[in-house]
């Protein structure tokens, strides 16, 4: 055997290796995209904005609609659910594709995810471009239930819905007239000078006379267990809210006026 074989083979091999790693530890490729790359909840852009501006779920609803698609994997399957707040759609996403032009693609769709003729799949169209660390800053969706196919910008939530949601609309500490604490915690606690509940925006009921919260004892039968709020002025105030055949309305009169601190 010629000596030289094996000292050779082990610079091929540290060579090789060597490749391996500065490929693991290189820049993150933006033209190539992967289900990971879209995991997570996405909002429709022109909704978000329309709620920062008026803190009022219902008001924003009328001006954009709220759409909200959120994907993440359970165990192999990967289940993309798209609500309107209202209602839902459930599918299995099977794969991300190229979609003919440079930063096009399309989710690969099914009603679960056994394997699937090519005529049972359908297709969501999305356009992006990762940011310098691989990751995609907003995209720009078809979405095919609720938006009918309109393109439309879906910006990353970060963290859980309802918390983020809460932080914008009503989450904080506040004091009433008499000086008083009130707050709503992110998480869904509301805790008043005499109560303490767990809370649930309202974020898109077309039929409602006003903004309002409902409280877990929705759960066990007591519709009145809702209350009212409204932003005017940078205060917030909170009204005794109740069902009025399919309609919730809120008192004219306040329950207390707040003042955020």
Known sequence: MNPRI??????????????????????PRKDRVFLQDVEGIWINEPYMKALAQSRSPHAAAR???????????????????????????????????????PGFYRLVVAPDDKPVSSNEVKYIPF?????AAGRFDKLRVAEPVFMKGKWSEYLPMPGELSPS?????IAGRYKDEK??????????????????????LSLNDPTAGCEYLQTEDIRD?????????AWKGGKLSVFPARLAGKKVVCDARPLA????Q
């Open 179 to 200: 000086g008083q604490d009130w707050e709503f915690t992110d998480s869904g606690e509301a805790r008043w000078p005499d109560l303490k509940f767990v809370y649930e």
């Open 221 to 229: 039968g007591n519709e009145n267990k809702r209350y009212g709020y």
């Open 63 to 101: 001006k954009a609609s709220p759409v909200v698609i959120a994907i993440k994997r359970e165990g192999r399957a990967v289940p993309i659910v798209i609500t309107d707040f209202n209602k839902a759609s459930i599918q299995a996403v099977l794969d991300v594709e190229p979609d003919g032009k």
């Open 6 to 27: 094996p000292k050779l083979f082990t610079i091929f091999l540290a060579v090789f290796f060597s490749t391996c790693a500065l490929a693991q530890t290189a820049a």
């Open 127 to 131: 356009e992006g471009t990762k940011n």
């Open 257 to 260: 006026v707040l003042t955020p």
């Open 165 to 169: 949601l809460n932080r914008i609309v």
